[in-house]
DNA sequence: TTGTACGCGTTATCAT
DNA sequence: ATGATAACGCGTACAA
């Protein structure tokens, strides 16, 4: 801090940012030759770059990214939007996650993230039309896609660089790749892959709760693995047992009570989400049942949570990592113009069996926890 | 989406984005003329004002933020650092809704929020200078404040705006009379709250885990609340009871079964936050103790998880919202050069009582099974 | 009320 | 290898 502590911060001028002119004028060359020798451009003399780049060391000289910006047509910045930004619910929670991992992949190839969120009486399209419009990103990250997505018509249209985590309709039903890149955890192979490992152990009363908008690809492809998975097995649809509804723990709740309440109550539930899971624990548990052995329990995501609950949770973990880096570079290379653009990255989601599908119980146990651990 | 689907994205040129030019060329006005109307800037003839906006939304024209930057010297931007965002730990949860609020505050005041992670190889300071020093942003929101943070001193010295969620020692605050604004839960006064909790419902053995850097303000503090507590209480320091640690699932699980282990073990265990008393709550329920009879957890933070677990978590709720909203405030404020930019904000973080600690539950109850073990 | 002219800080093109 | 000069798109004194 300076010796002048009195001041507050508003009434000082902040400490003046040196410009290309600067560093030029101290080091006695042109501003196109400073420019030039910090990036490293076009041929300059070694020793000509030395004193230049010394000079702008000591002047901490730092570029100012909104001339460079407007210089080069380009921000290097990446827009991210999610509906979470605009209110909390239970389902942000990997979120969190995705969005760190987001960062530190842009931010190694020298892109910024910025958070994109509608403002009063703004639509989507409205906001994409303020951020790219606008210049304020090269390109969006976009989320919670729908079936029949009209955001991108829009995009495409205004040849908007985006990515997609999830894709739409376009690409089954009408057997045309869509042009725009996506990244998808397969959530259809994810249920089924949890469905099997249930019809493994013998449920044949498996409940699904959860999804309460078919409309996002999300929830149709999740609902689809349940269906394929039951006629995949031969068992006959029972509409008492397929409950859709928001995907938060208080409904998972809710819902597990109007199952268990049923005279013939499902052996195993799978819930849309590992929150809305822990609401159907929640209910288990209160109705006195053991879950892990009187009542099998599967969630989806793979969040920290499952781990923390009693019985821990079985569930199907999205590769988070891969998702979060594939949908920066995808991103980036669309904008640097390369012709990767169109590539589709499927990845599938992974079975942790733990304790809340009884994996390591053992009916001779005790009806304690499992003592897996 | 266009009719030729073959093409990629990048094979086609973006629809052109106008510029002010554009606009004032189809609308027969000057640059300035139209840079005015579309800003209600100074007197312009309402019938000029209305046709400049019309030509304008028939183009859909939208301002380039950089030119704009450029021109106002101000970005309208803030910049939010965490360490969350190098590595993902447990500790991250409540950062999401955090973020959340933000978005929402920032965006509503016209500003974007930037996510700020190091470079390879780059450090706290550095990263400012590339962010703030390159006008990426006019201001940072800093989290994870230390008792004797050097980046304050960082920060002042060149005049950056910013805004701590968190404090600095007071005395060297004073001492240097710290001229910016900050937010805090008060970490100190929440503990006390759990701690009278628990004395009030008769426990005297009280633990307390985690907080492994002591040079976090935040840790210091909440430690400090935990000691003051039992000196008020006059109840001995008892350093087997007092185990610091890093922050998770894991080390609450790893500690609770070191306290339990004892053969004297606490009644009661503190932890520093919520995703660390689920690890300890694991640990109890494997020791074959039932939370809220026969261990009374308490954690802080207030996450959703605390709801979701069995037996709910008593916990200390970190005002989001309001922190959120006021640090957006407080950092714009001073953006602007508005003269409250040392308003300090201090937030009481509130004890919400559910099973984990016994609500129901009566010391006289059952024989205090811990030492039963 | 509207138009003119210049500056914001950088990059790129053209000379030298 | 380096320097002069013109954009980039917008805001704004100043002039009319």
Redesign the pocket.
């Known amino acids: 801090m300076s010796d002048d502590s009195t001041k507050g911060p508003s009434s000082e001028q902040s400490v003046a940012?040196?410009?290309?002119?600067?560093?030029?004028r101290r080091a006695?060359?042109?501003?196109?030759?400073?420019?030039?020798?910090?990036?490293d451009?076009?041929?300059?003399?070694a020793?000509?770059?030395a004193r230049v780049q010394q000079v702008a060391a000591y002047l901490h000289?730092?570029?100012?990214?909104?001339?460079?910006r407007?210089?080069?047509?380009q921000t290097n910045v990446l827009a991210f939007a999610s509906r979470a930004f605009r209110r909390n619910d239970d389902s942000d929670q990997f979120l969190m996650e995705l969005l760190a991992v987001i960062t530190r992949e842009a931010v190694a190839a020298h892109f910024d993230v910025l958070l994109c969120c509608p403002e009063e009486d703004e639509n989507d399209l409205q906001m994409y039309e303020r951020i790219l419009g606008g210049?304020h990103a090269d390109g969006i990250i976009l989320m919670d896609l729908r079936r029949n997505d009209p955001r991108l018509d829009y995009l495409c249209a205004r040849g908007y660089p985006h990515v997609l985590f999830g894709r739409s309709d376009e690409d089954i039903r009408r057997a045309r790749r869509y042009p725009y890149p996506w990244v998808e955890v397969d959530n259809r192979f994810g249920v089924r892959a949890g469905m099997e490992h249930l019809l493994s152990l013998g449920h044949t009363r498996i409940a699904f709760v959860g999804g309460d908008f078919a409309e996002y690809f999300c929830v149709f492809d999740r609902h689809t693995g349940y269906h394929e998975a039951l006629q995949s097995a031969h068992i006959a649809q029972n509409p008492e047992l397929f409950l859709p509804g928001p995907v938060t723990e208080a409904e998972g709740y809710r819902l597990a009570q109007r199952l268990l309440a049923q005279h013939q109550p499902p052996t195993a539930i799978f819930a849309f989400g590992d929150v809305m899971a822990a609401g159907v624990m929640r209910a288990a548990h209160e109705a006195g049942l053991v879950v892990g052995r009187d009542l099998a329990v599967v969630g989806f995501d793979g969040l920290g949570l499952g781990r923390f609950l009693t019985p821990t949770l079985t569930t199907l973990r999205q590769p988070l990592q891969e998702v979060g880096r594939s949908l920066v570079q995808l991103l980036i290379a669309q904008i640097q113009g390369n012709t990767m653009s169109d590539a589709h990255v499927l990845l599938c989601p992974e079975l942790e069996i733990r304790a809340s599908t009884g994996g390591v119980w053992n009916p001779s146990d005790s009806p304690a926890s499992p003592t897996s651990r």
């Open positions: 940012r040196p410009t290309l002119a600067e560093v030029a006695g060359v042109d501003k196109s030759t400073v420019s030039r020798a910090l990036r451009d076009s041929a300059i003399s020793e000509t770059r000289y730092v570029p100012n990214a909104n001339a460079r407007l210089s080069n047509a210049h």
